[in-house]
Each structure stands twice: as C-alpha cells, then as structure tokens.
C-alpha cells in the first residue's frame, strides 16, 4: 500500500486540472516540472502555477498591481528582492527548499536562481493570472505571451500615432455648449498640439523612439510619461464625444455598470463627486479589470488607470484648461454637461 503522502513519480502528468476537485502531491508536481511556467490549477478566483528557473536565471521584475501572490520553494536556492519601483529594490531576502513568499500587489518583485540547480517553486495567485493550461516552455516564451495577452486586453489603446495630433471626429463647434469652438480650438489645437510637439523632441534618439503610446506609460516616467500620458488621455477623452451623444450606455458595459453601482444614476453621480473631489489637475476614469470588473479610478496630473493593470474606458479631464473658457471655477457643472456628449457607442466599443 502506498502511504498517503507519497504519490510515486509515474503518476505526475502535468495539466491544468482546474476547475475540478482535485487532491494531489503539490511537491512531486513541482519537483516534476520542467517549464518555465505551467498552470496547474485554475479556478474562477484562484491559480496555482509550477515554475522552474534555470541555474543563474530569475522569474523576471514585474509586479502585480491588484493581485497578491504567494509562492513556495521545493529545490533550490534564491535570492527574493522586492520595492516599491524598479530602480528601489530595498528588500532583499535569501529563500531555500520549504520557504514560503509573499509578495503584495503593487510591490516589484524577482526572484532570482542563485543556486546550483533548478530553482522549483510553486506560485498560488489569486485572483487568476494566467489563461486555463498555460505552458511557457521558457522565459522567452512567458515573455512573449504575455504582451500578446496584454495587447488583446488593451486593444482599446493600441490605435492611436505617437507622434501626431489627432483629428477630431466632430466639427470644432459640434460639442457647444458644453464645449465651445473656443474651448477646442485651445484644448486641442494648443495644449494637446503641445504635448505632441514635446514627446517628438523627447523620445528622439532614445529607447522609445518608435515606442507606442501604451509602452512609454508603462515604462518610463519624468516628462516622457508625462506627454504621453497627457496625449493617449486626450485622444481618448476627445475621441468619446459626439453632438449625437447622450443618453444611456447599453449591452454588457450597461450591464456591469449595474452591477458595480447599482444603477448608471448612481455611477454618474459617483463618477463625477469623484472627479470634482480631485485636487488640482487630473483625470476621473472608468476602468476595468482583468475580470471585468469596473471601478472609478482618481488620477493626478497625466495618470492612466494602465500603470494600474487596469484598462481605460471612460475619462473626464479635470485640468482647469478643459472647462475654464465655459464654465470657469465650476468644475462641477462642467462635468455635470458632459453626459450629454458621451458617445457609448465608442465607449461601449472600448470595455
Ligand atoms: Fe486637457
């Protein structure tokens, strides 16, 4: 008879056994798996992933903005370092075989494979972070797989020029009154036309040359993020308008909306106490999550709900330069006018 808790080696066939009941020898799994990264069980709000690093390789910086994880070590040695941004590692940790890891969400983390041999572990994640029965043969291939998951989730981004002022779908005197030719003319054709001109003179001769948008955001900060940010949050806002706008948003976006506030009256009415709340000059965005699930996100200066994992759907722009000329000191009221405007079905199109 074979003792409960040794489950012999034959045995092991590694797939993703989840959403099932499943019972089986979480060390032999481990020890016998030789990914980079293979989904062994995957729930609705769960994950348990196997990974081996090779001798002198690491898991790869990264961080998880809304998920936490917890990690185990079965063979090896490893060095755990983790901080609050790239550049800041401060926490520096050695981990051998039976250690746990817990890494926060929004932590930067790596772990490195310092020993002689296979570092194994087993990561627990919730909530899901990975397609059901994902196999990374490598780091490489994770690496890969993974902007092609985030260019699927954030297809809604991928469009727009880096280096050009967007064209606008509407007559510059479409948007009166809630915003005026006068409005536009300075908005678009001054602040934004700005911005283009800044980026193009920034990024010239760097790493981000021929970078989209998206990338820059992610990756850079100082006044490269700054114009960026400032130019895929303009094309976005300008590009959610129509004089036909108005009205009610409808299909699954309705539907979430539902869910998350109740009622759209009870989302406008947070969406714009959120954006009147702001201090300064910023942005109040509708955002969604990997599960689609929608929340209200505050962002100051050029932010983006994607240096959050999350992706843009909706946003009003709360810099003074957006509703001064038409409202002046009353924000609220701006905000308020701007429903009028919103065309859902290029909003609905971006959820
Ligand atoms: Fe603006």
Request: with cysteine; net charge negative; hydrophobic share 35%.
């Amino acid at each position: 008879m074979t003792s409960c808790n040794q489950t012999p080696k034959a045995d092991v066939v590694l797939k993703d056994y989840g959403a099932n009941p499943t019972v089986l020898n979480i060390d032999a799994y481990t020890m016998s798996n030789t990914n980079f990264r293979t989904a062994l069980w995957t729930g609705t709000l769960l994950q348990t992933t196997l990974m081996s690093i090779p001798v002198g390789g690491d898991v790869g910086l990264e961080k998880h903005p809304t998920t936490d994880q917890f990690l185990r070590v079965e063979d090896g040695t490893a060095q755990v370092v983790m901080g609050d941004t790239e550049n800041s590692l401060t926490f520096s940790q050695t981990a051998g075989k039976d250690f746990a890891i817990f890494i926060p969400a929004g932590k930067w983390h790596n772990i490195i494979n310092t020993g002689k041999k296979p570092l194994k572990l087993y990561s627990i994640y919730s909530p899901v972070q990975h397609p059901h029965s994902t196999i990374h043969k490598t780091q490489d291939e994770a690496e890969e797989a993974e902007e092609l998951e985030n260019k699927h989730f954030f297809n809604n981004t991928e469009n727009f020029m880096t280096q050009e002022l967007i064209q606008l779908p509407y007559a510059i005197n479409a948007l009166a009154p809630t915003i005026s030719r006068q409005t536009i003319e300075f908005h678009h054709g001054k602040h934004l036309q700005g911005y283009v001109n800044n980026l193009k003179n920034l990024i010239q001769g760097t790493e981000f040359a021929n970078a989209s948008l998206e990338t820059m955001i992610r990756e850079s900060d100082g006044a490269i993020f700054n114009n960026a940010g400032q130019i895929l949050n303009h094309n976005m806002y300008f590009t959610q308008f129509s004089p036909r706008g108005g009205g009610n948003p409808s299909g699954a976006l309705a539907r979430a909306i539902n869910a998350a506030w109740g009622s759209f009256e009870n989302f406008q009415k947070e969406f714009e106490t959120a954006g009147t709340g702001l201090f300064g000059s910023g942005w109040v965005w509708l955002a969604a999550g990997r599960d689609g699930k929608l929340s209200i996100i505050r962002e100051s200066n050029a932010g983006n709900p994607l240096t959050k994992g999350l992706k843009p759907i909706l946003t009003f722009d709360v810099w003074e330069h957006a509703y001064y000329l038409d409202f002046q000191n009353l924000r609220a009221n701006h905000l308020n006018s701007l429903w009028k405007i919103v065309d859902w079905n290029v909003v609905e199109s971006r959820y």
